[in-house]
């Protein structure tokens, strides 16, 4: 593709452009290479090394010079989702787009597994990389950089992908990653503390979200909106955001399917648990739906739920998207029953959050008939304000707290342990995230549930420099197959 075309402005010298990259160690011969500002270093610097490479053509910010030609913008980031864009073309014909602090990774997966049920070849992407019956990739951003987002769309369009649920986080938003992305469907899940090492402040945070909606959703699009007062939000947040991005998208006309607890048109009714899972009723437009969903904890179906509204926005009649419901698996390190000792269970979720943690363990205490454990960490060189908030969410919603690492990166663990203990001074403290493991569930008794909280999916624990392989899931089973030997023995 000549620069010309990819660019969409003229050029004196316009050379083919055979590929794009914004990071110079991968430039090759007739590549362009984007020279992006960035918070370490300025890509400009690497201007040369990309030249010597053969490069052929370079995208900056106004004042910087080469031998090469150069394409000027004063946002290269936004320009290079565009060129990306042009680059690969192909996108799924009908994109969704999930935002919010909580609940974007199991509202992707549920909108991708009820289109799959209909018929519909989808997919979801984000924070577990790309998944889907036709295709699947790794990534290493929930929501990757443009020219690896393109590609991928390109790719799994041309492998007969027609809908994605995509999750959009606000580094995302704020770094112009999503541009170009052609959004049929906008969702919000809800809207509480993080990410506030990155924003600087809430207010930003809230409208890098907003992007979606006021910027980014087609105009003929149909916006998505949890308008639940509580449910995802321990803190009534949800629905106290939720009308700042029903404006933003009444704004542009935006047509608005509103659910949840509180919601217009998807409202739940009855939100019953049960040891299996939710029984459930809704009043979907005029009619009422009553559902057992094979899900645990309460805001699951606010989750469930706003992925209904997601497939009925893409056109899918109420009854067929709403009768799937009942078909759902629950989602990787989201809720995920880890292991059964007896009468106890062992669950593993995200919660990684103030938020997060408080919803999770209100979501698990109707199914416990003992007590309720929580096992909560947090991440180094992230949000420090929210350590101490999220030893308090535990401290008030479960009877027995374990402060442990979760990956300490570049920190003193000590350090974050005690700034999350100020929140529950009576925790017992484990550094070890394995013997914490070991410890909480050597506590479970009959009726008991224990909560493993922070890290999922992941399977590795970030110290330092170093990755060391480590999977909440995985050490749980270990510890319950080893607390269950032990009894056979005892």
Not at 151 to 163: F, I, N, Q, S
Not at 186 to 204: C, I, P
Not at 456 to 478: L, Y
Request: glycine share 10%; net charge negative; proline share 4%.
């Amino acid at each position: 593709m000549r620069l010309s075309q990819l660019a969409g402005e003229a050029f004196t010298t316009d050379p083919d452009i055979r590929g794009l990259t914004a990071d110079s160690r991968a430039v090759e011969r007739g590549f362009l290479f984007a020279a992006l500002p960035g918070v370490l270093a300025d890509g400009a610097k690497f201007i040369p090394q990309a030249e010597e490479k053969g490069a052929a053509a370079i995208l900056a910010r106004p004042g910087v010079r080469s031998s090469l030609p150069i394409v000027i913008d004063r946002e290269p980031r936004q320009r290079l989702a565009h060129m990306a864009a042009q680059f690969f073309p192909r996108q799924p014909e009908t994109i969704a787009g999930i935002t919010g602090t909580n609940g974007k990774t199991s509202t992707a997966l549920f909108a991708a597994q009820l289109w799959e049920r209909l018929g519909r070849k989808s997919a979801s992407l984000g924070t577990l990389g790309v998944r889907g019956e036709c295709f699947n990739a790794k990534l290493a951003h929930t929501t990757p950089e443009p020219v690896t987002l393109h590609k991928m769309l390109d790719e799994m369009t041309a492998a007969g992908v027609t809908h994605l649920a995509m999750e959009v986080s606000s580094h995302g938003l704020a770094q112009y990653r999503a541009d170009a992305v052609k959004f049929n469907i906008a969702a919000f899940t809800n809207l509480t503390r993080d990410h506030l090492d990155y924003h600087e402040g809430f207010d930003d945070y809230l409208n890098a979200k907003l992007r979606l909606f006021s910027q980014l959703l087609d105009e003929a699009g149909i916006a998505v909106i949890n308008q639940s007062r509580g449910g995802q939000s321990s803190s009534g947040q949800s629905s106290e955001y939720a009308g700042r991005f029903c404006d933003a998208a009444a704004k542009r006309g935006v047509k608005v399917i509103g659910v949840g607890v509180q919601g217009a048109d998807l409202k739940l009714t009855k939100v019953a648990p049960h040891s299996a899972g939710l029984d459930v009723s809704i009043d979907a437009f005029g009619s009422t739906y009553h559902l057992n969903l094979p899900l645990v904890g309460a805001f699951q179906a606010e989750n469930a739920l706003l992925a209904a509204g997601i497939v009925i926005a893409s056109g899918v009649p109420v009854a067929d998207a709403l009768g799937h419901l009942e078909t759902l698996k629950s989602v990787p390190g989201r809720m995920q029953l880890a292991a059964h000792i007896d009468e106890a269970a062992v669950y593993v979720d995200y919660a990684h959050t103030p938020d997060a943690v408080a919803t999770a363990l209100k979501g698990l205490r109707p199914h416990t008939g003992g007590r309720l454990i929580a096992i909560v960490g947090a991440g180094g060189d992230r949000d420090k304000a929210k350590r101490p908030m999220m030893g308090h969410a535990a401290a008030e919603n479960a009877d027995i707290v374990i402060v442990t690492d979760d990956n300490p990166r570049n920190e003193d663990p000590a350090t974050i342990r005690r700034e999350i203990l100020t929140g529950c001074p009576d925790a017992t403290e484990i550094g070890d995230r394995q013997e914490a493991i070991a410890a909480g569930t050597a506590m479970l008794k009959a009726g008991d549930v224990l909560l493993i909280a922070g890290k999922g999916h992941e399977v590795g624990q970030v110290v330092g420099g170093e990755i060391f392989a480590f999977n909440d899931v995985e050490v749980a089973c270990k510890a319950a197959e080893a607390l269950s030997r032990s009894k056979e023995l005892g």
